[in-house]
C-alpha cells in the first residue's frame, strides 16, 4: 500500500525546508518557546532583572523565582547556542515547600501547549512492512524507539555522512547554509533504528526511493500521562529502583518475534524514563540525589554524553534534564566526596523562598484556595479581609534573616521595593550580598523560613477549629495561632523555633496597626478615609512652599491621577501634629522628613500617578493616631465607647460601625464584632 503523501520523509524534508515544520533541539525549543514572548524588567532586592512574561500566565502561575527563572533561561539560551551547559543538568536545590517542582512541572505543561501548536509540533518516524524483511515474526511496524526527528533519518539516509549530505543537497536543493544549520543537531541513529535501516538497505539492493517506502512520519503523542516530550521520574524506594526505570531492559516478548538475537530492538527502551522525552523533550528527575548511588551514576553518563547505553548499543538522545534536591539530601550527597563528578556536570541553582509580602498574597491565596469553603455542616463560610495581609506578614517575616543594618520591618518592606524610612534598597542590597558569601546555603537570604506547605497546614488548622466553624468565618487574627502551632510541631530546630516566634510577634504588631487603620476608616463612614487623610498631608507638605499661597492658606494643584485642578487649605496645626506623632521635634527634622516625603513622591509618582504613600507604615500610623485623638478624642475614647455599650449613644455607634463594615468595608457579622473586640484590647500593642 502507497504511504500517504503527507506522511513521507520528503515531504517532511520539504516542509522544514520552506518553514512549515521544525527541526531543533530541546534547548533551541524550550529557548525559542520563552524568549518569543514579551520580557519585562523589573527592580528585584535592589537589582534590576528581566521577568520573562511566559511564566506569570493562567490561573495559578509562578510567583516571583525572578533570580532562579533567570538562571533556567540563560542556562537553556548558552545549551541552545551551543555552551557547555549542552552537557549538563539544571537541578533546583532548595527547602522543600518553595515551588522547586511546582516551577518545572509549570515549565513542561508550557512546552506540551507550545508543541500542540502545529508550526513546533514533534514528529518521528516508524518502519513499515516488516514482514518483507523476515525476521521480526508477527512484529509488522516498529517506531523509533527515542521518537528521533525524521531529520535525523535524513541526515542519514546513506553510510555515510558526506554520502547523505551530497544526497540532501542534490535532491533537495539545500543550500551550504541551510545543510550547515541542520548538521548543527546531527547525531546518528540509535542502535535499533541504525539496524532495521540497514536491512532495508540490503533488502533494497540500496535503492534510495525503495527504502523510503518503508518508512511513516507520524506526530510525537503528547499526552501527559504516557511520560512523552515531557516525563517525571521520581526518586522509588531502595529496592525496587534501578537502572531499567530509566535506561529500558531486554524485553522477552519482542525475543519471541525476533529471530536474529544480535538485533537491539530486543531491548525495550520505552519500558525507562529516558527514550520516551529523547526526542526534544524535558525529563524531570525529582529528588535526584535521594536516587540510590547506581542510579546517579547512570545519570552521570545519560548528562555528560545525552547517550542511552545498554550492552554496548548506544542510541543518542535529545532530552532537556531538569532536577529537583531537598537542601539537607544534597548536603549530604556534597559531603560523600567521592560523588563529586556528577555534581560537577550539574548546574546548581538554589531556590529560596518567596520574600515579598505583596507577591506571597498570590501564594497565600493559593494556599487558601478558589474554591468558597464552607463549615462541617455546609454552610458557606466567610473570609476576613484582612486574612491574606495577615498570613502573607507572618510566613515572609519568618523568610527573612536578622541584620543589624535592617530591622525585621524594613526588610520585609525594601524586599517588596517600599520605602522604609530613611533605609535605601541600597543597604538591602548590601545585607543580602553579604548573606550570600555564606558557604552555608541555609543562612543565605530567603532560604530558611516557614514554606507553602506549612502555610498550607496553618489554614487547614484554622479551618478545622470549632471557632472557625460556628462563626462561619475565617477570622484573620486565628492565622497567628494556627502558624504558631504549625512552628511548635513542625519547626524542628529550636533556634528557628524561637526565631519564627518572635516573627510572628512583629506581625501581629503589623496586623493591629492594620486595624487601627480599618477601625478609623469604619468610624468615618468611608473604604478609604485614612489614604484620603495621608495623600492630603503629603500635598499640604508639598504646597506649604508654593509661591501662589494666598493669605487664606488655600493651595491649588493638579491631581496627577485624574488631571484636574484641585483646591486643598494647607492646615500647618495638622501637618505639625502628624509629625509630632512621628517623633520629629525639632525644625531640622521635619524639614529633613518633608524633604525625603517630596523625593519619593517625584521619583513614584511620574511612574506611578497612583502611588498613595499607604506603604510607609510610620506615616499612615501617624495620621490614623492623629485623626483619632481630633475627630474622636482620642483612641481610648473610641475603644472606651465600643467596649462600654450601656448607653444608647455609644450601642448606636457601635452598630453603625458594625453596618459599615459588613456593608462597605468586606467584613460579615462575626469578623467585624470579634475585629472590634480586638480592638478594644490591649494586645500586640507595639
Known amino acids: 500500500m502507497a504511504t500517504p503523501k503527507n506522511n513521507t520523509l520528503t515531504n517532511h524534508i520539504t516542509a522544514v525546508k520552506k518553514g512549515e515544520r521544525v527541526f531543533e533541539n530541546a534547548f533551541q525549543g524550550v529557548s525559542r518557546m520563552i524568549l518569543g514572548r514579551e520580557i519585562d524588567k523589573v527592580v528585584v532586592n535592589g537589582k534590576s532583572t528581566f521577568d520573562f512574561r511566559i511564566f506569570r500566565e493562567g490561573r495559578k502561575h509562578i510567583v516571583g523565582m525572578y533570580d532562579e527563572i533567570n538562571s533556567f533561561v540563560s542556562f537553556v539560551k548558552d545549551a541552545s547556542e551551543g555552551g557547555s551547559s549542552k552537557e549538563m543538568a539544571f537541578v533546583l536545590v532548595g527547602e522543600p515547600g518553595n515551588g522547586k517542582t511546582f516551577l518545572v512541572e509549570y515549565l513542561c505543561a508550557m512546552y506540551r501547549n507550545f508543541l500542540s501548536l502545529p508550526q513546533n509540533r514533534k514528529y518521528t518516524f516508524r518502519f513499515n512492512n516488516l514482514d518483507q524483511l523476515g525476521g521480526y515474526g508477527n512484529i509488522k511496524v516498529i517506531e523509533s524507539q527515542t521518537y528521533e526527528d525524521p531529520m535525523v533519518l535524513a541526515m542519514n539516509t546513506h553510510e555515510t555522512r558526506a554520502e547523505s549530505e551530497q544526497y540532501l543537497a542534490r535532491r533537495y536543493r539545500v543550500d551550504d547554509r541551510q545543510l550547515r544549520t541542520w548538521y548543527d543537531n546531527y547525531r546518528p541513529l540509535g542502535a535499533c533504528s541504525a539496524y532495521i535501516w540497514n536491512e532495508i538497505r540490503l533488502h533494497t539492493d540500496g535503492r534510495i526511493d525503495d527504502m523510503l517506502d518503508f518508512i511513516d512520519i507520524v506526530p510525537v503523542p503528547l499526552t501527559e500521562s504516557l511520560g512523552t516530550v515531557t516525563g517525571k521520574y521520581p526518586a522509588k524506594d531502595k529496592i525496587t529502583s534501578s537502572a531499567v526505570d530509566l535506561l529500558g531492559e531486554e524485553s522477552i516478548q519482542r525475543l519471541l518475534h525476533i529471530s536474529d538475537t544480535n538485533n537491539p530492538y530486543r531491548f525495550d527502551l520505552r519500558r525507562g524514563a529516558l527514550a520516551r522525552v529523547a526526542g526534544g523533550g524535558i525529563h524531570f528527575s525529582d529528588e535526584i540525589y535521594k536516587n540510590k548511588k547506581d542510579l546517579v551514576q547512570v545519570y552521570l553518563g545519560i548528562i555528560q554524553n545525552r547517550t542511552i547505553e545498554i550492552d554496548g548499543y548506544k542510541w543518542p538522545i535529545d532530552t532537556l534534564i531538569i532536577a529537583t534536591s531537598n537542601n539537607s539530601e544534597f548536603n549530604r550527597f556534597l559531603a560523600e566526596k567521592e560523588e563529586a563528578p556528577i555534581v560537577d556536570r550539574c548546574r546548581i541553582c538554589y531556590v529560596s523562598h518567596n520574600t515579598n509580602y505583596k507577591l506571597q498574597s498570590e501564594l497565600t491565596a493559593y494556599a487558601i484556595g478558589n474554591e468558597s469553603k464552607t463549615t462541617l455542616t455546609g454552610s458557606v463560610m466567610h473570609q476576613d479581609p484582612n486574612l491574606n495581609y495577615a498570613a502573607s506578614v507572618a510566613t515572609v517575616l519568618t523568610r527573612l534573616p536578622r541584620s543589624e543594618k535592617l530591622t525585621a520591618i524594613e526588610t ?208 499612615v500610623k501617624a495620621v490614623t493616631d492623629v485623626r483619632l485623638k481630633s475627630d474622636i478624642a482620642g483612641a481610648g475614647s473610641l475603644i472606651g465607647a465600643l467596649a462600654n455599650r450601656t448607653n444608647e449613644e455609644n450601642q448606636k455607634l457601635y452598630d453603625r460601625m458594625i453596618d459599615t463594615m459588613f456593608k462597605k468595608l468586606g467584613y460579615c457579622t462575626t469578623c467585624a464584632q470579634k475585629t472590634i473586640e480586638y480592638f478594644c484590647t490591649q494586645v500586640d500593642e507595639t
Request: aromatic content about 8%; hydrophobic content about 35%.
Open 412 to 619: 520585609m518592606k525594601l524586599a517588596a521595593g517600599e520605602v522604609a524610612g530613611e533605609k535605601s534598597l541600597k543597604t538591602l542590597s548590601e545585607v543580602i550580598d553579604t548573606l550570600n558569601q555564606d558557604h552555608d546555603i541555609t543562612r543565605r537570604f530567603g532560604q530558611k523560613g516557614l514554606g507553602q506547605r506549612n502555610l498550607g497546614r496553618a489554614v487547614q488548622l484554622m479551618l478545622e477549629s470549632s471557632g472557625t466553624n460556628e462563626g462561619k468565618c475565617m477570622y484573620a487574627y486565628d492565622i497567628f495561632l494556627a502558624l504558631e502551632r504549625v512552628i511548635l510541631d513542625y519547626v524542628s530546630d529550636a533556634g528557628d523555633r524561637a526565631k519564627f516566634l518572635d516573627d510572628l510577634k512583629i506581625a501581629k504588631g503589623l496586623y493591629r496597626e492594620r486595624i487601627m487603620t480599618e477601625m478609623f476608616n469604619a468610624y468615618m463612614d468611608e473604604p478609604l478615609a485614612i489614604r484620603k487623610d495621608v495623600i492630603n498631608y503629603v500635598n499640604m507638605i508639598i504646597g506649604i512652599d508654593a509661591e501662589n499661597l494666598g493669605a487664606d492658606r488655600m493651595w491649588k494643584y493638579k491631581n496627577p491621577q485624574t488631571g484636574e485642578l484641585q483646591a486643598l487649605k494647607i492646615d500647618e496645626r495638622y501637618i505639625d501634629s502628624v509629625e509630632e506623632c512621628l517623633g520629629l521635634k525639632t525644625r531640622e527634622q521635619k524639614d529633613s522628613f518633608r524633604t525625603s516625603i517630596r523625593k519619593i513622591y517625584g521619583q513614584k509618582i511620574s511612574v506611578r500617578p497612583d502611588y498613595d504613600f499607604m506603604d510607609n507604615l510610620e506615616l
